[in-house]
């Protein structure tokens, strides 16, 4: 039996306000979890029959809620220098949205944004669109109003299309470089939980963030609860993939992440990566499950050693054993790895 997909992670904390208190939640072994609630099962059964709850099993709940939304996919973390900052302010007022919502009121806001910082010299401000059904898929994109861009970021917008048309193409999920910060609208928030909801787990930082993005694509790998539903969600899946295994690759290769083509792999074994040109343009062709963005991308071990590791063997943290590749269309050899300082390092191959 293969290890669970969590077993490369080790536990994580966030703090949160709660009442007047500062608390923490706790994530191990796949879980979110509000410690320092000593009977969380009695209070959300008192909140279920209409009792109050509070801010850290609020937070637990949607997390669990949250488990198979693609749109966190969208929206999270791309890469380990990639990460989703929201404002205090804006989560002040996130919070004052959900706190109006839940009264059944409507806040006169109507304007929640949230900004990605990468390690990139500059970035564009992100947000997320379309309303999320129960299952994780999107139902309908909501566009977000913005002032008219200025010449450069227009021409940009024009290559990224072109590039998109092409099929596993990550640019539509790449922060444009060069590019202004813009202020991108969330126009009907106040009434969208869901949104809401997102907004807030994001703001528990990067470490929750990964893990989050690790827990909705297991549910949604070979393994997962909506495996069944996966090829509905092709497209998403393989954005997803696409987006996180572009720069995992230029870091590879020192290829320039629009080389990369990923299709969404569901056959047995790791997959294949191969190099070749198409059109005279130098091409990385990549098949992979969506199980690579949890086991392998998520912990934070994509690329270790020269190598790109394409599936884990074994894994109990801080170490594991993986298969890697040291070059495209070679076959994969088998690698030890340990964390160290926060770092992946190879132990023997």
């Known amino acids: 039996m293969s ?3 969590w077993a490369a992670f ?4 966030a703090p949160l306000s709660c009442g007047d208190a500062k608390h923490r939640l706790h994530w191990a072994d796949g ?8 009977d969380a099962e009695g209070e959300l059964v008192l909140a279920a029959l209409g009792g109050d709850t509070s801010p850290c099993l609020d937070v637990v709940s949607a997390w669990s809620r949250h488990s198979d939304d693609l749109t966190v996919l969208a929206a999270g973390p791309r890469s380990h220098t990639d990460a989703v ?5 804006v989560l002040d007022e996130v919070n004052e949205l959900s706190d109006s919502a839940g009264q ?10 949230y900004r990605r910082r990468s390690g990139h010299a500059s970035s ?5 669109g379309g309303t999320v059904s129960h299952h994780g898929l999107p139902r309908r994109a909501v566009p977000s109003p913005r002032p008219v861009p200025p010449k450069a970021l227009r021409q940009a917008a024009v290559r990224r299309a072109k590039l998109r048309a092409r099929s596993g193409g990550w640019t539509g999920y790449r922060p444009l470089h060069g590019a202004r910060m813009l202020p991108f609208g969330w126009p009907g928030a106040e009434t969208d939980q869901a949104r809401l909801e997102l907004i807030r787990l994001l703001a528990l930082g990067a470490p929750l963030q990964f893990r989050l993005c690790a827990a ?3 549910t949604w790998s070979a393994d997962g609860e909506r495996a069944s539903r996966a090829e509905q969600a092709r497209p998403a899946l393989t954005a997803a993939l696409a987006g996180r295994l572009a720069p995992a690759a230029s870091q590879w290769l020192g290829i320039d992440p629009d080389e990369v083509e990923v299709a969404f792999c569901d056959g047995p074994g790791w997959g294949e990566i191969t190099r070749t040109t198409v059109d005279g343009n130098a091409r990385l062709l990549a098949g992979l499950p969506v199980a690579w963005l949890a086991k392998v991308w998520a ?26 590749l040291r070059s495209p269309g070679q076959d994969p050899v088998q690698l030890d790895i340990w964390q160290e300082q926060g770092h992946w390092i190879v132990t023997s191959r």
Do not use: Y
């Open 3 to 5: 290890a669970p997909w």
């Open 10 to 13: 080790g536990p994580a904390e």
């Open 31 to 38: 879980k979110l979890h509000a410690p320092d609630h000593a």
């Open 85 to 89: 900052t929201i404002p205090a302010a």
């Open 104 to 113: 059944g009121q409507h806040s006169s806001s109507s304007l929640v944004a």
């Open 124 to 128: 564009g401000t992100v947000s997320v």
């Open 216 to 218: 909705v694509a297991h």
């Open 299 to 324: 912990p934070g071990f994509a690329v270790v050693g020269s190598h790109l590791v394409v599936d884990v063997l074994r894994a109990d943290w801080p170490q594991a054993s993986v298969l890697a």
